[in-house]
């Protein structure tokens, strides 16, 4: 209780807070995380797939993976976590979330200006970079009606609208989220801290003043660094640190 107090206390003092969030914050809506238990898919480990090797080798196993977790999101609800940050975005101004979660719960929930660092799990882009398509498109569709999916224009083959191991992240987003880490309260929700850049954002808001957070039911690479350590599942966190602001 005394860490929840002493973080309802620093948020009441807050101008600026940033919450980067990670995969912990939506395994209490049943979407598993990479890197736990129940992170591994037949007998790929998740961030085997996750990359543009995999793809060019085998499209459609990959397709087959996104295909099963995109039925898995759009049958999930935001939690109390997603819940309580949308919140905190429609009453002040300056608390952001900065996630690295492909799904669409924090934009259900309703949190504003979200900066999503790895894209998003419904939208789709052209594998051959084709002119005629646009960079990137929404496509909702869950099944999809042939896998698997195509480019409307050229008619090859689709991608996943997501950022895969040693591909670079849209600079817009770095450059949103880099800014966030010039915050008054910077928290980690729900992430192992273990892949870049998005690791190293928990560093550099430390490194401009900010007093910083993990909120995890693990120990992570980062938890040696935060000023605050709170072990236990997000969702109860965020939700009783809410309840005494
Ligand atoms: C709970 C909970 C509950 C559970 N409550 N907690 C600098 C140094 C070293 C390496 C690099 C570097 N810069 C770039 C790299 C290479 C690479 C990288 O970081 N590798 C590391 C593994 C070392 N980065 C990249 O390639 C990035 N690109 C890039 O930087 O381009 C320039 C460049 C390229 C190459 C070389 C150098 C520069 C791109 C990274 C893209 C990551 N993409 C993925 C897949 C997205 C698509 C998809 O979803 O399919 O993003 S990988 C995967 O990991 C996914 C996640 O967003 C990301 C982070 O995972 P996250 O969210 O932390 O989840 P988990 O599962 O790891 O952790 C969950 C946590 O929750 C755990 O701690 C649990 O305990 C906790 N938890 N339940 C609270 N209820």
Known sequence: MAHLDQLAERLRNATSVTVLTGAGV???SGIP???GSGGLWRNFSATD???PRAFARDPVTVWEWYAWRREQVASCSPNAAHEVLARWTQ?????RVVTQNVDDLHIRAGTLDLVRLHGSIFDLRCWNHCDASPRSWRDDRVPFPEMPPRCSQCGGLARPGVVWFGESLDP???????????CDVFIAAGTSALVYPAAGFLLEASAHGAFTV???TETTDATGSVDLAIRGPVEHTLAEVDALL
């Open 33 to 35: 995380t990479f890197r």
């Open 172 to 182: 817009a987003d770095v450059k949103a989220a880099d800014a966030l880490t010039a």
């Open 49 to 51: 797939l996750a990359t």
């Open 26 to 28: 939506s395994a209490a």
């Open 214 to 216: 993990e909120l995890n």
């Open 91 to 95: 009453r002040r101004n300056s608390w």
